[in-house]
Structures are given as structure tokens and as C-alpha cells.
């Protein structure tokens, strides 16, 4: 196949006019409007970037990762995938560990099935981030408290095992647990340690980036703010290059003036767009539950019926995007970096996913002008087009 009529979206965070050839489920280089190897496909000027990948959020259609069935992995991602997000990494709740093996288990499972050539039409399923069980009390946002517990190797490496390597991400409190730097010792070689729903203090998530964190799980939120004479999580972030941080763009968790501030302290290449989108993602408005926790949702909000708290966001990956475009005001090229090949260098896999590139995965979307979704390709062949 060949894409003529686009633009394109290139490794240097530049568009250019041009066509994008693909092989199979490649991108290739050799295959070229002159020499096409099957059909030419007009792209009709649209923006052409790579499949977004979505490092954190729980669900949607109704559905959430956690239930822990193979259909609800299913629905969420193929609802992922048509609307652009073709790699996804999603989120565990905090939940009784035997719980949480047998939740990581069932996506592993999934994972297996797509290696086979099954649910060719769903996001690839490339990890899965657990915010608890490690986490704060104290910031626990509408995470359940009943099951939150101290940091604990052994139980960790049993996530991992449960997950068949699948885990890539897990959360920690650093301050409610004394022995931190000594538990993050112990994963940092075997997933990423992320702080998240922290209460901690400069100080000490210093010294857990120091130890071998490397992660800030949707930053501003769920820890302290960001004060100058307490900056927190966000200014041991802002201090650390090796750190990753997400951010939720949705316009609701964190205000635009702040989202562009960060962007300027961290740079681009650290920020990682994230959705955080719930079970009511692409559903109508009333009461879902998270986690055993009633929600309701009104328009773009989602909140914990008992206190109140944010729960979750239930706009998409690409909503959020074009968000930080248009009510945000940064750049496109910038954004897309965000939801694409910053993510996949975060998880590793950024040899086969997160660019445009010749022998990469050819998963694509492409955009109107107004950034409105006119086409998904995913593993080479045509999965929703719109005009």
C-alpha cells in the first residue's frame, strides 16, 4: 500500500508533504507511489502521525480492565484502537493482590492470543501499569483505601510473574515505606518503579529517583502541590533528567497555564500524554462504579460519589491530545512526540513502535486539518476511514 496526499510526520517532529509506503505490517521505504505493491490510497492533504500509545488509563464502553474478563479487555482495545490509540499499556486499581495476579493474568492471556494473529482489529496490548498497591493513603484520589498496603518485593516479582513479563510499570508511596530504596533496588531491573499517589516531600522523592526510579504517574495529581518553598514531587521531577512524567490533558485535571509551564521546566522529551480514562469513556452520563466505588459521571467530569474526589477522566487518549493543541496551545509537533514516541522509548519498544519509520509497525492515524479523526491504520491495512 501506498499513502499519497499526506503529512507526514517524520522522526525529526516535522510534517511534510509527501506519502508513506508499507509492506505488510511495515512501513517500507522501497514501496513508493511509482512502485505501490497493491493499492494507492488517496490521504486527501490530512495530517499523517504514528498509532498514539496510552501509558495509563482503565477502561471504556462500560468496561475496565480490572473486571478481569478476556471480553472486557476485548471492548477496551478495540474502542482503543479505532479511535487512533493502537498500543496501550492500561492501568490496574488498587485491589487484594490475589485479585490483582488474576487481573494481570487474564491480560496476559489476551497478549498471547494477539501474538497468535487473534484481535488483529484491538490495540496492542504492550504492558500494563499498576498505580497500587504501593501507594499513599493520604493521596489515594479514588484509589480504595481497604487495600492499600507497604511496598513489598516478593509480592511485586509475584505481579510480574502473574503478568508473564507483561508488567512494565508499578506505583510506590516512597514515604510510607522505610525501606524504599531498598524494595526499589530490588524491581528497578525488572519493571519501571513510577511514584505515584504520593504524599512525598522533595527530599525523599530524591532520593527514590536517586535509588532507580524513573517515573511520575499523572503529575500534579494525586500528590503535593507544587509550592516554592515545598516543590514536592514536581520540583524533584523538574530536577532529575532521567525521570518520566505523565500528564493528563483533558483540560479537567490540571489547567492549561500549568501544562504549558511544565512543558517549558521539563522539556517535551520527558512528558508523556496519558488519558487516565475510565469505564465511562464513550458512554453517556450517570453512575459506573471503579474499583468497587460508585462514580458519576457529568460531561468531562468523574467523581467519587462519596467525597467527591476525581476519579478518572473519560476522555480518550486523542481527545486529550487534540486538547493540548487547542485549549492549550501547544504545538502539534510537540503533542504528537508526547502520545507517541516518547511513551514507547518510556516502555522500551521503541524500535517497533512510536515513529514512522522504515521496517517499524505500520499503525497510523490521520487527521483533518481541525484535527478530527479521518483514518486508522493499524498493522498495515485500513481499520476505520472516515471520509
Do not use: W
Not at 490530512?46 to 471504556?60: E, Q
Not at 484491538?122 to 481497604?146: H, R, T, V, Y
Not at 493543541?325 to 513502535?353: F, H, Q
Request: proline letters at 5%.
Amino acid at each position: 500500500m501506498y499513502i499519497k496526499n499526506i503529512k507526514v510526520y517524520g522522526s525529526d517532529m516535522k510534517f511534510r508533504e509527501g506519502g508513506i509506503g508499507i509492506s505488510e505490517d511495515r512501513f517500507a521505504n522501497t514501496v513508493t507511489e511509482e512502485s505501490p505493491a497493491g493499492e494507492i490510497f488517496d490521504g486527501k492533504g490530512c495530517y499523517a502521525i504514528p498509532g498514539l500509545i496510552d501509558v495509563h488509563f482503565h477502561g471504556a464502553l462500560g468496561e475496565d480492565v480490572c473486571d478481569g474478563t478476556p471480553e472486557a479487555v476485548e471492548t477496551i482495545a478495540r474502542y482503543e484502537a479505532y479511535e487512533g490509540i493502537t498500543a496501550i499499556c492500561p492501568a490496574t486499581l488498587t485491589l487484594p493482590v490475589e485479585e490483582l495476579n488474576s487481573i494481570l493474568a487474564n491480560m496476559a492471556a489476551f497478549r498471547a492470543l494477539q501474538k497468535e494473529g487473534r484481535f488483529s482489529d484491538c490495540a496492542d496490548l504492550i504492558g500494563i501499569n499498576m498505580e497500587g498497591p504501593f501507594i499513599s493513603e493520604a493521596k489515594k484520589g479514588a484509589q480504595n483505601p481497604a487495600y492499600i498496603i507497604p511496598c513489598n518485593a516478593e509480592i511485586a516479582e509475584g505481579f510480574v510473574k502473574a503478568s508473564d513479563g507483561l508488567l512494565k510499570i508499578i506505583g510506590l508511596a516512597p514515604e510510607d515505606n522505610p525501606d524504599f530504596e531498598a524494595y526499589i533496588e530490588a524491581m528497578k531491573d525488572k519493571v519501571i518503579v513510577s511514584l505515584a499517589h504520593t504524599n512525598s516531600d522533595y527530599d525523599t522523592a530524591m532520593r527514590a529517583f536517586a535509588a532507580g526510579a524513573k517515573h511520575a504517574v499523572h503529575l500534579y495529581n494525586a500528590m503535593p502541590e507544587f509550592t516554592h518553598r515545598n516543590p514536592g514531587v514536581v520540583g524533584a521531577v523538574a530536577d532529575t533528567p532521567h525521570v518520566n512524567a505523565e500528564i493528563i490533558t483533558d483540560g479537567v485535571h490540571v489547567h492549561p497555564s500549568c501544562v504549558r509551564t511544565t512543558f517549558k521546566m521539563n522539556g517535551a522529551e520527558r512528558m508523556i500524554l496519558i488519558s487516565d480514562s475510565l469505564r465511562s469513556t464513550g458512554m453517556p452520563d450517570g453512575q459506573y462504579v471503579l474499583g468497587g466505588q460508585p462514580i458519576t459521571k457529568q460531561g468531562k467530569y468523574c467523581r467519587l460519589v462519596e467525597g467527591g474526589s476525581l476519579a478518572g477522566s473519560v476522555s480518550n487518549l486523542r481527545e486529550c491530545m487534540v486538547n493540548a493543541v487547542k485549549e492549550m496551545k501547544l504545538p502539534l509537533e510537540t503533542v504528537v512526540a508526547c502520545a507517541t514516541i516518547n511513551p514507547a522509548r518510556a516502555l522500551g519498544i521503541d524500535d517497533i513502535y512510536g515513529s514512522i519509520e522504515d521496517g517499524k509497525k505500520a499503525d497510523l492515524v490521520l487527521l483533518r486539518e481541525d484535527l478530527s479523526l479521518a483514518g486508522v491504520i493499524k498493522d498495515g491495512k485500513i481499520l476505520r476511514d472516515e471520509e
